[in-house]
């Protein structure tokens, strides 16, 4: 979940937000008293949007994870201020409350959940005292007890509480391992994963079993931890899945994962270990959506957060669809942990807007998409065509604008030569049902497996995303192969070129007078130089991403586009070839003119 410093919000525009909203919506009322800082605060309903946000009196605090408690409470993390805040939903004044954590050092609270006895425990990154606490705020005065990891490059990011025994058990990304905190002793336990690196994200129990499932967010893996027997069991996705984080259950037992590092929801069915992704909307400012934290309701939806997107999504796997409604305030919405309320109501953060945000579980799209569950088989490069409906749901007339998405590409961008459409608007009427055709030809280099291709109908605020999903039998080419490996053939062909070229000239040179000193013209050196160059910006990732409570995963979030470095390496890898052949033959050609004629 990483929000890259050249996309960070300014200091100065957070603090202008900040102020707007106090201005308009905040009565401030600030008092201390044991249990902490409480403030009067005013929900913001937005116009034509089914999500209210409730500002954050408390300047700069972060949000990263909130958790729903009995009585319309709600607890989430101040991460910038290293405080735990307390939101109640139905307080007519003061419905916001902070507790300071005692941490000498300043404490960075990651995330955080409820036990039984409704006790909050979080996680610490504190670099000198990477912990995870737990916060009685029942008792007077509130009293805060702290666990140290005690483990080398320890980050502690996720946090879940094991109903059934009272345990708490959390993810140490850095340190590779998920950590267990013993309920009666307090005693930390380390499990180690088995890939090295596998950096551990969040965790989610499977009801009814011994199972906590764990995604591995750089090692792009899902695993099974037994809590009884202490096994791990890792599950290789067939299907591309970068920096999956977010994790939940279903009652079936198949688990789901958000895809951070791309743009999908993508479903593990542990029985025959296979998946399938469901993709959001195509990214656009930035190059994935980057779903976030996951939450599974009563009906078996999957809600979660577009972390680069701005939207919240909900996926509902009985229908394929899945709906997307636009987060009010502009920024890059984040939640490291949501929350579902005791209605079914989604809660989550922004943190960069400093607000907390709700969306009812009734919530509706305005268009019904249709989708196609079963697979349909295709082969790479063969073209197929299908009539996909739309319906406006309301009383009203309604504009819908359309779009495709595919599961082709790793990070969710689509082009038309893939996935095309008969028309990309149209407008319906009330209760109306109309067909477009959605035309797939998945590329020719395209390896076999299972891929989704979609319609995306949206009115500007909310958006429905119906799917397809193909059974892609990839063939094999020759050209294909050529084309995908074109920058190493050429090169590789150069530098033969070349050291075939310093082989005979040595060699030449042998029996020339001793002034003859062979040597690879500068051009050349030049031209080797600038494509290693190119070579380097090729393979070495870009740097590494700020990541709120967790630590950077594979890159993502960069700005969509065109893969100009790759464009780059081809023509460079070309251009590279020419010149090196143009200066053999040119130093070949001198020789030639140089050497003496022969007398007759």
């Known amino acids: 979940m990483c929000l890259r410093l050249r ?45 209210t946000e409730f500002p954050i009196p408390f300047t700069g605090s972060g949000p990263n994870a909130i958790v729903s408690a009995p009585n319309h409470i709600f607890w989430f993390v101040e991460y910038n201020t290293g405080e735990i805040g307390e939101f109640n939903e139905t307080a007519k004044s003061n419905p916001f409350n902070q507790f300071p954590i005692p941490e000498a050092g300043g404490a960075i609270p990651a995330s955080l959940a409820l036990d039984g006895l409704g ?12 912990s995870v606490w737990v916060l009685d705020a029942s008792s007077s005065p509130v009293t805060f007890h702290q666990y140290v990891t005690n483990t080398p490059n320890s980050t502690p990011v996720f946090v879940i509480v094991d109903n059934a025994t009272n345990d708490v058990w959390f993810t140490d990304t850095t340190a590779n391992s998920i950590g267990k905190v013993d309920h009666l002793t307090g005693q930390i336990t380390d499990y180690p994963l088995p890939t090295s690196n596998s950096g551990p994200a969040e965790l989610a129990l499977q009801s009814g079993t011994s199972y906590i499932w764990i995604t591995e967010s750089f090692a792009n893996k899902v695993a099974r931890f037994d809590m009884t027997s202490h096994d791990f069991q890792e599950f290789t996705p067939s ?53 976030a934290t996951i939450s599974i309701d009563k009906q078996g939806r999957f809600w979660f957060v577009e972390h680069f997107g701005n939207r919240v999504g909900r996926l509902d796997p009985a229908t394929g669809i899945m709906d ?33 945000g ?13 989708s196609r569950t079963a697979p349909l088989a295709v082969n790479a490069g063969q073209t197929v065509a299908l009539q996909i409906s739309l319906s406006d749901t309301t009383a009203s007339s309604v504009t ?77 080419s020759i050209l294909n192969l050529l084309q995908i490996y074109l920058p190493a053939i050429v090169i590789a062909a150069a530098s033969i070129l070349i050291l075939t070229s310093i082989l005979i000239r040595r060699g030449r040179a042998r029996s020339a007078p001793l ?44 700005p969509a586009g065109p893969d100009y470095v790759g464009l780059g390496l081809d023509i460079g890898s070309l251009a590279f070839f020419v010149v090196v052949l143009y200066l053999i033959l040119r130093s070949r050609h001198k020789n030639r003119s140089s050497r003496p004629e022969k007398p007759d």
């Open 239 to 291: 299907v591309s899945l970068v920096s999956p984080v977010g994790i939940a259950v279903d009652r079936n037992g198949n688990v789901w994962v958000s895809e951070h590092g791309g743009s999908s929801i993508a479903e593990l069915i542990p029985s025959d270990s296979t998946f399938r992704k469901y993709p959001t909307t195509q990214p656009s400012t930035y190059k994935t959506t980057a779903p």
């Open 119 to 130: 006790r909050i425990w979080f996680t610490d990154q504190n670099k000198n005292s990477p």
């Open 515 to 558: 002034d003859s000193n062979p040597r690879l013209p500068i051009g050349t050196v030049l031209v080797i130089g600038t494509i290693l160059i190119v070579l380097a910006v090729q393979v070495i990732p870009p740097s590494a991403a700020k990541c709120i409570g967790l630590p950077p995963p594979p890159p993502n979030g960069q």
């Open 7 to 51: 996309s960070r919000q300014s200091l100065a525009l957070t603090f202008a937000i900040i102020f707007f909203l106090s201005v308009t919506t905040i009565i401030a009322q600030r008092s201390s008293n044991l249990n902490g800082t409480s403030s009067l605060v005013s929900q913001q309903p937005s116009s034509n949007s089914s999500i």
């Open 324 to 356: 997307e409604f636009a987060i009010p305030t502009s920024g890059l919405a984040y939640s490291l942990r949501n929350a579902l309320d005791i209605s079914g109501n989604f809660w989550f953060t922004e943190y960069t807007a400093n607000q907390l």
């Open 358 to 370: 709700m969306i009812p579980s009734n919530a509706t799209s305005p268009i019904a998409v249709g």
């Open 400 to 476: 819908v604008n359309l779009n495709v998405t595919s599961t082709f590409t790793t990070y969710g961008q689509t082009s038309v030569s893939e996935v095309a459409l008969s028309n990309y608007s149209l407008m319906l009427n009330p209760n109306q049902a109309k067909t477009v055709t959605l035309t797939i030809t998945p590329d020719g280099n395209l390896p076999s497996g299972l891929y989704t291709a979609g319609i995306v109908a949206t009115d500007g605020k909310t958006s429905s995303v119906g799917v397809v999903f193909l059974q892609v039998h990839g063939t094999f």
